[in-house]
């Protein structure tokens, strides 16, 4: 009988088995999976870029009722959705399972499928990895990229009389969460289809943060997964300024609306504190907000919204309500203890 | 009072702490710890390695008892031996960290100052990671390193004719894991001590490997991880060739003898299967062997052993014992399943 588990077919023939789910590689590798190094070409005009994001079982996601396959996508699509923030294409990933040897074959090599269909989708390669055996399960992924010098874009840039964007809208994927942590919910099922793609299958924004990158003048940049606050706040911190954003102005999702709506949830703080929307969240200065609104039109069809401003660290960071009044920015943002 | 577990703590104030564990940055990073991505230079005439390795509580240490510096260092030198092994010099580590909230901010602390320390000796530097929360405690690092094009060197290129070499000696390790999981064990106490610090930090074949690398001729190289039989083995099944040990001549260490004596063990099993010896097994023709030794001797004083001979992959793989008899190299080596 076949092996059923990776226990049962063994460290080496799992390696061997995950490696023909991965795609043709990219010109630049000299040595990808079957050594204990990668080797790849680089080049001496951009910059290495190089991130990590890890889905653990029980943290993340729960393997019961897990589909693997679009396990392995979002492991992906997170971590090259770092690599699309700071204005870079996503090159080369690592991938680090640790698996109990109780799990199914089956299941990891459709998290290997997953992630070689979305890193092919972007023009990236699984150059190598690692199994290793565990009590929980986790996908942990580092992944490489480029950016041409001039280019990068980092948190720690955003100057007082910014504007603050974001691309897209907000609170799909905390609707979608909430439904999975609560099966019962009744909703509308196209609207529990769009919440639950939402949170399980985010689309990076790759090509609109090149087009950003390419265009200039964006300050400071960060894609939106500790939810909008919290990203703002890692913005604000790095910087060294203060914010004010219009509440009215946030773009929530029309899908998280509708789902607030029928479970009596709260889609602004959704927006706000929900998290893993994976949508571009960038400072630039006024005269620089319509060139980078034509750039972005060029490139896909993506919203984006002007909320609010860069001020002084003094002035604080407020969330103002439509009749005016100014509270604290808050909604913690997803954390992790 | 002061925090003392990671879920008291928080993600962002933990990873301030960590952060302030690191050495100075190298010139090439443009951008580290702090953001979402690591942004480093490259050079046009330098290949960039990868390699990943995971320490998973349970699996390859266990909590109590665990002295964590030292696992932030074994962890450190297990990936830089990877690179080390490729031909390469270590530059940037990744670090993601699985923690249950309920770690002691202290441990936490000390892995990544072990990690640092270990880094630091070999020129490189921690510049990303990620913190996450999860049921097992688990480090896993991606490091990255560079080496000259012409230099890269591979598992899948021993040829027939080919001497066998390995650098140090083996089993020291095994012997080391020995003494871990039967604390009981009764050893003269110069014994356990050097054979604990085999197996807890051992130390990378940095310079020799580099020398190796120079020098040219050596036609696979890989590091002993697995034990030498199995190591033996991916080179053996990657280059479509056999392989013939002379018993007598595989470099078993003084400190595995004394150990074995002591506790009715095998060295020459431990040298075998035992793994974790992080030497470097390397093939090349017999016309390079003598170069190849002086070039060893003008870095460090290391010593060399030649073991064998790859032959016809239809000769196999053969153990020759001192009476001449052969059989089947095996050993497993370390499985993860």
Redesign the interface.
Known sequence: MAPRT??E???FP?IERLAARLHRPRSDV??GI???????????D?????????Q?????FLVDGCDPHRLGRKAAAINIS??A??G?RPT?F?C?L??P?DTEVDFVESIYSGLAEEAARWGADV??????????L?V?L?L??E?ARGE?L???GATVGDRVLVTGSLGAAAAGLQLKLNPGHRVDERHRRAALAAFETPTPRVEQARALARAGGVNAM??V?DGLAADLGHIVD?SGVGVRIDAARIPVSSVAREVAREIAGDPLAWALAGGEDYELLFTAPPQRVVPLIEALGEVAECAISEIGEIVAASAGRLLVAPDGEASPLSGDGW???
């Open positions: 990776v226990g077919l063994g460290e799992l000299v040595l079957g050594d204990d190094v990668a080797a790849v070409e680089t080049r001496a951009r910059l290495l870029l190089a991130t990590c994001d890890v653990v079982a029980g943290a993340h770092d690599i923030a700071a870079g080369h690592i680090s640790v698996l040897p150059v190598g990895g690692n199994v290793s055996k565990g009590d929980t986790a942990d580092t490489l990229g950016v990068l980092r948190r720690d960060i894609d997964s790095a954390r992790h203890f």
